[in-house]
């Protein structure tokens, strides 16, 4: 026996890519040999492949005709099989020391890192048309940054420990939910498919997980290297199947312990709704964590430097076709700087190429489904027919052999459009010039437009300009950045989350999401036992 210390936890370095590295040819034979196969991909229940009658196909949203394999949906009958399993498995895996849980997540880590790090890229740019640099910093870096970090964070809890009296020694154990957690997981970044099952399951408790439609193909991975790295059955069940075959399976049942969900504000709100409308039926109150949407911001003042806001703007926007819940999707530019942002934006943007991932010249590729596809351009739409919007950029779309959407570009004279207070989630930012000596009286509109409260970024050289937006917007975003683009958040360094209407802002890739996952309870053992039931001022 020993009180155990884990590995300190690192960032894990980005590779690069460049042309003729070794990484790069390890990735691009990895590409070939994907897409030489076709998946048919099963559900997961109690560590056993499970089939269905229905198979839905899977293609890459850049290239239709690409066909990476087909996935069994799963019904009612599927996910009440799920379920007994994680109830069944909860009786073993909720007595397993730590270190043996801990031991299982920093081995899924280091296949991550390792022998499946090109599997894992390739699988993201072909299924979720993401660069290879997006995919990278994504399906690899982070995710196996949620691992080392979570588990760190696993026993820094442990840790916390209660002082103690004489005759008495206090101490905190750390239980895992009575029942099981439903994770709820996206399409748009592969660490949060990752993420959200496995942070509960390593505090002991077991998940039924069910991915987008649009995130099976890696999600399918991720399942094979955690049965690899030797999670018991029956611990993380993954389930494809449709809402309604969910519903009084999984959130009206008596064992639902905790719910962890990335995805849109309306989805969660009535997760919620379910929740209250059932819960004297539960047997303990649910944990119910969540991060949706965002509107997500760039503020600038007239102190700031163009060529910077531009580069904002061009990174944080369209990068992974701003399809991230923190894409810059509005921003509050002075006048006096207009000219020169517009001038360096347009010219980054004449160079920014639009296509397949495979080509690595492209910076830009296809949004991930047909649906997406529709409702943002639906926003284009609605801004074209309107005279109070201006486009600058882009505007053309695109959907005969993929869903590309050109990185858009749109000003107007309304800063209450619904461009500026609509979440959109895809390639298209839309700009509200101000006059310069109105920016206290921007701030407050930029408060006060949208229900979202994810992230933001304020660009100024003048301290006493960042201090009033960071005291301004101090409600506006969970994640907020000075001189920064809105994007890009690293375990460890910047907690994500927000509030308002963006989530319970638990923070992923902290110890603040963790503890969400453990009911503590307080031991008190008396050393020395009273034998006297009399206290001293009963004395005469």
């Given at each position: ?6 590995p ?6 980005n590779?690069?890519y460049?042309p003729?590295?070794p990484?790069?040819?390890r990735?691009e034979a ?8 076709k998946?048919?991909?099963?559900l997961?229940?109690n560590g ?9 196909e ?9 066909v990476?394999?087909s996935y ?9 099989k ?5 109830l ?5 895996w909720?007595h ?14 280091d ?5 499946y790090?090109e599997t894992?890229?390739a699988?993201c ?9 997006q995919?990278?910093?994504d399906?690899?870096?982070?995710l ?10 696993m ?7 209660p002082i103690?009296s004489d ?6 154990d750390?239980?895992?939910l ?11 970044f ?6 959200l ?12 997980w ?8 890696t999600?399918h991975i991720?399942?094979?290297i ?12 993954l ?7 969910i ?6 049942n008596?064992?639902?312990?905790g ?5 849109s504000t309306?989805?969660f709100?009535?997760?919620?709704k379910?929740?209250g ?5 539960y047997k303990?109150?649910p ?13 600038a ?12 703007i061009?990174r944080g ?11 810059a999707?509005?921003c ?6 207009w ?6 934006l ?6 920014v190429?639009?296509?397949d ?10 949004v ?6 529709d ?6 739409d609605?801004a074209?027919?309107r005279?109070?919007h ?5 505007g053309n779309?695109?959907?005969?052999k ?5 990185p858009?570009?749109?000003?107007t004279?309304?800063?209450h ?7 959109i ?18 701030l ?5 437009t ?8 304020i660009f100024?050289?003048d301290r006493?300009?960042?201090?009033l937006?960071?005291r301004?917007?101090r409600?506006?975003?969970g ?5 920064d ?6 375990v ?5 989350g ?5 989530g ?15 009911s ?9 036992t ?10 005469k």
């Amino acid at each position: 026996m020993g009180i155990f210390r884990v590995p300190t936890p690192k960032n894990e370095p980005n590779l690069g890519y460049g042309p003729g590295s070794p990484e790069r040819k390890r990735l691009e034979a990895e590409l070939k040999r994907l897409k030489s196969q076709k998946f048919e991909i099963p559900l997961v229940i109690n560590g056993e492949d499970v089939t269905a009658k229905d198979q839905i196909e899977i293609r890459s949203p850049h290239k239709l005709d690409q066909v990476l394999g087909s996935y069994h949906q799963g019904g009612a009958e599927e996910v009440k099989k799920a379920v007994d399993a994680a109830l069944e498995a909860q009786k073993t895996w909720q007595h397993v020391p730590w270190e043996h849980r801990a031991a299982i997540f920093l081995k899924i880590a280091d296949l991550i890192a390792g022998p499946y790090r090109e599997t894992m890229n390739a699988a993201c740019m072909l299924a979720h048309s993401k660069t290879i640099h997006q995919a990278e910093i994504d399906a690899v870096c982070e995710l196996v940054d949620f691992l080392r970090f979570n588990v760190y964070y696993m026993t820094e809890i442990y840790r916390m420990q209660p002082i103690s009296s004489d005759t008495v020694w206090n101490r905190v154990d750390y239980r895992p939910l009575e029942g099981f957690v439903f994770a709820v997981t996206p399409f748009n970044f592969v660490a949060i498919n990752g993420n959200l099952p496995t942070s509960p399951a390593m505090m002991g408790n077991v998940v039924i997980w069910k991915p987008a439609s649009t995130a099976v193909y890696t999600s399918h991975i991720l399942m094979k290297i955690f049965r690899e790295a030797g999670l018991p059955p029956g611990v993380i069940n993954l389930v494809f199947a449709r809402g309604s075959a969910i519903g009084d399976t999984v959130m009206k049942n008596p064992n639902l312990a905790g719910i962890h969900f990335t995805g849109s504000t309306p989805v969660f709100q009535n997760m919620w709704k379910t929740v209250g409308e059932n819960i004297a039926s539960y047997k303990s109150y649910p944990r119910i964590v969540g991060e949706t949407g965002g509107k997500d911001f760039i503020m600038a003042h007239h102190t700031a430097v163009p060529e910077e806001i531009a580069t904002a703007i061009t990174r944080g926007a369209f990068e992974f076709q701003g399809q991230k819940c923190s894409a810059a999707s509005r921003c509050y530019l002075p006048k006096s700087l207009w000219p020169k942002i517009k001038e360096t934006l347009l010219g980054q943007l004449k160079e920014v190429k639009m296509g397949d991932p495979e080509d690595f010249e492209n910076f830009v590729c296809a949004v991930i489904d047909e649906s997406a596809f529709d409702s943002i351009t639906a926003y284009i739409d609605y801004a074209r027919e309107r005279d109070d919007h201006e486009f600058i950029a882009g505007g053309n779309y695109d959907k005969k052999k993929g869903y590309f959407i050109e990185p858009t570009v749109i000003v107007t004279t309304d800063p209450h459009s619904k461009l500026m207070e609509e979440e959109i989630f895809g390639p298209v930012v839309t700009l509200y010039i101000y006059d310069d000596d109105k920016y206290a009286e921007t701030l407050h509109i930029l408060d006060e437009t949208s229900p979202y409260a994810l992230t933001g970024a304020i660009f100024a050289t003048d301290r006493n300009a960042v201090m009033l937006a960071e005291r301004t917007l101090r409600g506006a975003a969970g994640n907020f950045y000075i001189n920064d683009k809105p994007t890009g958040s690293i375990v460890g360094q910047q907690p994500f989350g927000g509030a308002r209407a963006s989530g319970t802002n638990d923070k992923a890739g902290a110890i603040q999401n963790m503890i969400r996952w453990a009911s503590p309870r307080a031991i008190k053992e008396a050393l020395v036992t009273p034998r006297d039931w009399k206290y001293p001022f009963l004395g005469k």
